[in-house]
């Protein structure tokens, strides 16, 4: 043990952490009953790891389950440091197909929200972007109103601009929010103008998700949704309203030159990738012969060596999701969008740096 | 689309400038609108008993009959063979003095000595004389006509009726309007079979499809070529834009169509003017420009009117039907429309400065003005204004800088060059697909490299002449805020070092360069590509130490416009306005020569 701690700083590779964490979880106990400082303290040491090494995150899954149940409190800090270390591959591992996904669900029954309310509040910016993500994640709906309370204006625009941030692919941001709408009600008009252009970015980019979820909270009780969400519901349907006559108007029905080749390969391309990622994601289906039906859309029947097979019938499967408009209509601007939005986070944060000693001495 | 008063403008402007007869001369042909009366007839089903020309067929102009014509030009009858039409024909006003001079009397006299007894003529019951002239008529010369048809019997032999009609211009104009302005038969015979494919084609073709491109504007232009050969006289200049409402009236039931039309008068206007660059004729000229204002920019100035309201909504551009590529595909229209409505004002203000009364030139100013709302707005509502993704984009994006800078709104144009600059920024940044701006001026290169992540060429991208283009505009025209900007732009995108001094690492170079056109350069440009021609500067390096010692990028970059000014000075072309050759750059995908931001 006191061989590995001496080894730990002189750094270790990707296949050997995974045994460590294992190592840890068994003898961890045992390295306090000896003196010997426990390995769990040294944890940090080992991120950040690839965000593919699934079994070391699924290792580390454990090690935390296990601190949890032990002490929250020591979980809560550990795990924030764990994502201010490496906050893009901890949220990824937290989502479904993520090695911590069980993880998740402990948090969430060992009151999970309080977790989230706490990473919010917290002054580094990657255990705030946990805490959104947590939310996101955890299907959560709301907010303490007690701990938003506590919220300065420039810490809910802080929120804001850590949404603006990471983009997302489905309606978690609008629902977060949704949430923090009515900590908005009370701030500044700077702050409800900020919020509002976000909402609209939001359900502009994702209209059938994003729109769609705050259209429901408005079908099912207007009276909880907000004056500012519910202009900004109305400016974004606007929006999409003026759009409807331009497509495939006079303006934007052109053809470019070389579009359609183009869009042939880039067909093809996706083809390619696709079968790649689901050979490499199932063994299984690397190992299945592949035939390539020439004629005949009705069935299939095989023919091997010891007669003919019986008729099988031809499936479609298709799969659709919602793309981000602006990612792909304006892919430069949105990147301008996140650089800002980093730019004013520091100087948010520096605000609230200068402003919290004030507080102090005010109190 | 064209207007009905536009479409009688143009329509007896063509007829009037015709010929009594159409004719292959030794000077080259000659056109006729006897070919005109002829297919008139023929749209009231009325069968020709007599033609005065034998017809050429498909490649060449009729032949005049050499026999007695006995006063009469054509003769019709109708398929039952009850009605008979004769017509005499005149290219000459129908005036008291011409009566005599040009024989309308006699001929109309001896026209309507039609002998009855022939067996073709055994079931007419009505004949009818219709005098037609492609040109004005006075009172006296109207009265003449009078008399004299009053002058003859009711009736010929003993059943048929003797009726007398005149056609003017304008009743000519109505009735080509009404039956053939639709008809590829209305222009020469010789055109028709080449016209009729034109007009199938515009039919079915979507615009900017690789059919449109390939097939179509091809074909357009031949037809232009075949049409505008030397000697080119007022006829076939006005043939142009006969040949323009004909397509006008086959045109697909399609939103791109309007675009598409704009399009074909652009093909048909450059055409135009590089006949005008081979004429002496003063008043050919004339033509010519007045068609660059009547057609193009009118049609211009109301496909910008319809759509207005449309290009300055959000996003507008990237709304179309093409799933993929789209930030591509919303560059390419907003660098369409954002360089026709540069030419638009352009084109414009010069004919605005050809204007004596001032009430003129406040009414043009009013519509210069309108075309600066539009173009605002759409660059308020798309943001595909800020992303250049070929070279040549640098004709819109000086087009925008001309614009403002006359405006004397300077601010707008730094804030146009800032947005560009922070999007080219981060286009090289981030590795995304669409990284270069492709010198080659080809879109096909271009999507099919954001397809495959492979570049066309070793040299894709590694050239910029845009850029070379708004560094010397920010450091001439923009004060201190655009010579800031010039030194991000040369110090961050072109040399690739960030605000502290460490590298993109940006994973090619880009030179900047500069051109000198050849001396021929407006010939050039209005019937093709130019930018072969010339000679090319490089600017390997304005600070070739690494560092700028005892001087500035502006001064360099001055120091640089200056003695390529010396080495090579330029002059502006003159005779086609300024806003038809950049029309021609845009067309062809061809470089601005500097000079003109230079001069500025």
């Known amino acids: 043990m ?94 479904p197909d993520g090695a911590m996904a069980h993880l998740l669900i402990e948090i969430k029954q060992s009151g999970g929200d309080s977790m989230v309310e706490d990473a919010l509040a917290s002054d580094e910016q990657s255990v705030r972007q946990l805490g959104i993500t947590l939310f996101g994640l955890m299907r959560l709906d709301s907010l303490s109103t007690e701990s938003m309370d506590k919220w300065t204006d420039n810490r809910t625009a802080m929120l804001i601009f850590q949404v603006q941030r990471d983009p997302s692919f489905d309606s978690n941001h609008t629902r977060f929010l949704f949430a923090i709408s009515p900590r908005i009600e009370n701030g500044h008009d700077e702050l409800k103008s900020l919020f509002s252009d976000e909402m609209v970015y939001q359900m502009t980019n994702l209209p059938e998700s994003c729109k769609g979820f705050i259209s429901r909270r408005m079908e099912e009780n207007p009276e909880n949704v907000s004056e500012t969400v519910k202009a900004a519901l109305g400016r974004a349907e606007r929006y999409l309203e003026k759009l409807t006559p331009c497509w495939r108007s006079a303006i934007n029905s052109m053809d470019v030159a070389g579009y359609r080749h183009a869009s042939n390969v880039l067909s093809a391309r996706r083809s390619r990738e696709m079968t790649r990622h689901s050979e490499a994601s199932s063994p299984l289906m690397g190992m299945c012969r592949k035939s390539y039906l020439l004629y005949g859309g009705d069935g299939w029947r095989i023919y091997s060596g010891y007669g003919l097979g019986g008729i099988n019938g031809t499936k479609q499967y298709s799969n659709s999701m919602e793309i981000p408009k602006f990612a792909f209509i304006d892919p430069e601007g949105d990147d301008i969008r996140r650089f800002n939005a980093i730019m004013m986070i520091r100087q948010l944060e520096r605000e609230e740096q200068l402003r919290e000693p004030a507080v102090h001495d005010e109190s | 689309m064209m207007n009905p008063e536009i479409i009688t403008t143009f329509l007896s402007g063509y007829l009037h400038s015709l010929r009594e007869e159409t004719r292959d001369e030794k000077t080259g042909n000659k056109y006729g609108f006897d070919h005109v009366i002829l297919k008139l007839a023929e749209a009231d089903n009325l069968i020709p008993l007599r033609l005065a020309f034998h017809r050429g067929g498909r490649k060449s102009a009729p032949r005049p009959k050499k ?34 001079r040009h024989k309308f009397d006699t001929d109309i006299r001896r026209a309507a000595a039609q002998d009855m007894t022939l067996p073709a003529m055994a079931a007419v019951v009505e004949v009818k004389l219709i005098l037609a002239y492609n040109k004005d008529d006075d009172e006296e010369g109207g009265e003449e006509f009078q008399r004299l048809a009053r002058s003859f019997p009711t009736r010929l032999g003993d059943s048929a009726t003797l009726v007398f009609e005149r056609w003017n211009l304008t009743e000519l104009t109505s009735r080509v309007k009404d039956k053939l302005i639709g008809s590829p038969t209305l222009l020469p015979e010789k055109f028709f079979r080449q016209f009729s494919y034109i007009c199938w084609q515009v039919q079915d073709f979507h615009h900017g499809s690789d059919q449109w491109r390939e097939v179509l504007i091809p074909d357009w232009r031949e037809f232009l070529a075949n049409v505008l050969k030397d000697p080119v006289g007022e006829k076939e200049v006005r043939m142009v834009s006969i040949a323009l409402m004909i397509l006008e009236a086959h045109a697909k039931d399609d939103p791109s169509w309007e675009a598409g039309w704009i399009e074909l008068i652009e093909y048909a206007a450059l055409a135009l003017f590089a006949a005008a660059r081979k004429t002496s004729s003063k008043k050919l000229t004339a033509v010519i420009s007045a068609s660059w204002g009547s057609l193009y920019l009118s049609q211009l100035e109301e496909y ?75 660059i308020r509502a798309n943001t595909s204004c800020f992303r250049p993704m070929l070279d040549c984009h640098h004709l819109q994006i000086f087009l925008l800088w001309r614009l403002f800078s006359l405006a004397g709104r300077q601010a707008d144009v730094v804030h146009v060059f800032s947005e560009i600059y922070h999007r080219l ?32 060429s070793e040299r894709f991208g590694r050239s910029s002449f845009l850029l070379q283009m708004i560094l010397e505009i920010c450091v001439f025209d923009l004060g201190p805020e655009g010579v800031e900007l010039a030194e991000h732009v040369y110090t961050n995108l072109i040399e690739g070092k960030k605000p502290g001094g460490e590298s993109w690492r940006f994973p090619e170079t880009v030179e900047l360069q500069s051109w000198v056109p050849s001396e021929d350069w407006a010939d050039a440009v209005l019937s093709g590509y130019a930018g072969d021609k010339g000679i090319c500067i490089t600017i390997q390096s304005y600070d070739a130490f690494g560092q700028f010692v005892d001087t500035s990028l502006s001064a360099k970059i001055q120091e640089f416009v200056s003695e390529t000014k010396d080495a090579h000075p330029f002059e502006a072309p003159v005779g086609v306005p300024f806003s038809a050759l950049v029309l021609a750059c845009m067309v062809h995908n061809s470089p601005l020569p500097p000079g003109y931001w230079r001069m500025a």
């Open chain 2, 425 to 456: 920024l981060q286009r090289r940044v981030n590795n995304h697909g669409a990284r270069l701006i492709d010198q080659q001026n080809s879109w096909s290169d271009y999507l099919e490299y954001l397809a495959t992540g492979e570049e066309p």
């Open chain 1, 2 to 95: 006191e061989w590995i701690h001496d080894h730990l700083a002189e750094g270790i590779d990707c296949g050997m952490k995974g045994w460590l964490v294992a190592f840890l979880l068994q003898y961890d106990e045992r390295c306090r009953s000896l003196g010997i400082a426990p390995l769990g303290d040294r944890i940090l040491e080992l991120l950040p790891t690839g965000v593919n090494e699934s079994w070391i995150w699924g290792q580390l899954q454990q090690f935390l389950i296990r601190l949890l149940a032990e002490s929250k409190d020591r979980f809560r800090e550990l795990f924030f440091q764990i994502a201010v270390r490496d906050r893009n591959a901890l949220g990824r591992q937290l989502g």
């Open chain 2, 67 to 100: 026999e007695a014509e006995h006063g009469e030009d054509l003769k019709v009858i109708s398929q039952d063979g009850k009605k008979l039409v004769v017509f005499v024909l005149k290219d000459e006003p129908l005036t008291y003095r011409n009566w005599t």
């Open chain 2, 304 to 378: 910008y009117r319809r759509n207005a309201v449309l290009l300055g909504t959000t996003d507008s551009l990237a709304g179309g039907h093409h799933r993929n590529f789209p930030e591509v595909v919303s560059s390419h229209h907003a660098y369409w429309h954002m360089g026709r409505l540069g030419i638009l004002a352009l084109g414009l203000m010069e004919i605005g400065n050809g204007l004596k009364k001032a009430a003129d030139k406040e009414a043009v100013l009013e519509r210069i003005s309108g075309v600066y709302v539009i173009l605002t707005s759409m």
